[in-house]
């Protein structure tokens, strides 16, 4: 007679292994067809939803006792500050474009802003680079920062130029201007820079569930407590552009710049704002006056970067060439689209924020119970009141 078939369970333990087998194969799965579902099951989100920081230690609870009231701002109400985990906190995280070279410089610039502000607040950093980041990158940055850190990779066809763009002749125009003693006249990965974040940063997909972003760089540093969240005041006053520091531009890189905007302004009025600050940008004989906010520092609303002004605007100026051609900035394109397509009131100057991006810096004036600068220092933009709007003051 044949052997009767053995049909008893197998044991616990391999029914077990068998179960878990499957929930891994299905999570894995799940993360490589969809993005959500990555970000929503990664590390750094289990950790935030912990209350864990990025060096695996548990966040510093943030009571609101501890936390000093905002400065009254022309235009709103008074409101205090939210610690970290509060309802309140704006949708928004810090944006760093960096390369893995600049990993001790960024390092810096964590130290400053997490110590400054976000450790009470413990807002995400968004890393983004035009070749993956290395582990060294990785492990270093997340453990300084007390929020979660995604990483992303930069589309090729969001760097490289345009289709439309005769590299020959644009290898010519670089090489004129570096003769000319341009800054950074020759250098075609700063150009790929510069329209990269007048264009497209805020379409990045790590971007996409955010509402506000500040923007950081290598080797900056912030010289006062900031003791309210300027992401709140943004979102509460509807506010849709902050700087600190505005600079006159390179005549040299922008040459067609204004006229090329004019242009689109002809073919575009019904994006012009009304009322708005066109006359901040340009002299009597309604030239451009080269005035621009530095956008090294900038906290904006991502949705105006997202709207049919805005790309529409960036379209025009791309097609024209001129990042290529000439060496047009992003402070110039930003500051430009903020002054026209923006009310004035939807703009605001963070006075109170001292900051410095070699070689120039703002420092609030009368606060030195919570600044580390000289608010005389010759390169103290506080010092040049006619780059100011005529609305800002302090």
Not at 86 to 100: D, G, K, P, W
Not at 213 to 231: A, H, L, Q, T
Not at 265 to 293: G, T
Not at 339 to 357: T, V
């Amino acid at each position: 007679m044949s052997a009767r078939p053995d049909l008893r369970l197998p044991p616990l333990k391999y029914l077990a292994a068998g179960i878990v087998s499957l929930v891994v194969l299905f999570h894995l799965a799940a993360v490589h067809k969809s993005d959500a579902y990555a970000r929503h099951a990664s590390v750094d989100a289990l950790r935030s939803r912990l209350g864990l920081s990025s060096d695996g230690m548990p966040v510093a609870s943030f009571r609101q006792d501890d936390a000093l009231a905002a400065p009254h701002r022309a235009g709103g109400a008074d409101w205090d500050a939210h610690g970290a985990g509060n309802s309140t906190r704006a949708n928004a995280a810090f944006v760093i474009l960096a390369r893995n070279s600049d990993v001790w410089e960024i390092l810096g610039s964590i130290r400053g802003i997490e110590d400054r502000f976000n450790r009470k607040y413990n807002y995400p950093y968004v890393f983004l680079n035009d070749e993956p980041f290395n582990d060294e990158f990785k492990r270093h940055t997340s453990a300084i920062a007390s929020g979660p850190c995604s990483y992303g990779l930069v589309p090729r066809e969001h760097w490289e130029e345009p289709e439309w763009i005769d590299e020959s002749k644009a290898a010519e125009e670089r090489k004129k201007m570096a003769d000319a003693g341009v800054i950074y006249g020759d250098s075609r990965g700063y150009r790929r820079m510069c329209r990269y974040q007048s264009g497209y940063f805020f379409r990045h997909p790590l971007l996409d569930t955010y509402d506000y972003y500040w923007r950081i760089e290598p080797s900056v540093k912030f010289y006062c407590d900031i003791d309210y969240d300027p992401f709140r005041y943004m979102a509460d006053n509807k506010k849709k552009y902050g700087w600190t520091v505005s600079l006159y531009e390179y005549e040299k890189t922008i040459p067609t710049l204004w006229k090329t905007t004019k242009e689109f302004i002809e073919k575009h009025p019904e994006h012009l704002a009304s009322p708005n600050m066109r006359q901040w940008l340009v002299n009597d004989k309604d030239e451009y006056n080269r005035c621009h906010f530095w956008s090294n520092f900038e906290i904006g609303d991502l949705n105006f970067f997202r709207s049919k002004a805005y790309l529409d605007y960036f379209d025009y100026l791309d097609h024209a060439g001129g990042f290529s051609m000439e060496r047009w900035g992003d402070a110039p394109v930003h500051s430009i689209a903020a002054a026209l397509f923006l009310k004035p009131e939807e703009i605001h100057w963070f006075h109170d924020i001292g900051y410095m991006h070699p070689p120039f810096l703002h420092c609030p004036k009368d606060s030195a119970s919570r600044c580390a600068c000289n608010p005389k220092d010759p390169n103290a933009f506080g010092n040049w009141k006619k780059l100011r709007p005529n609305w800002a003051s302090e």
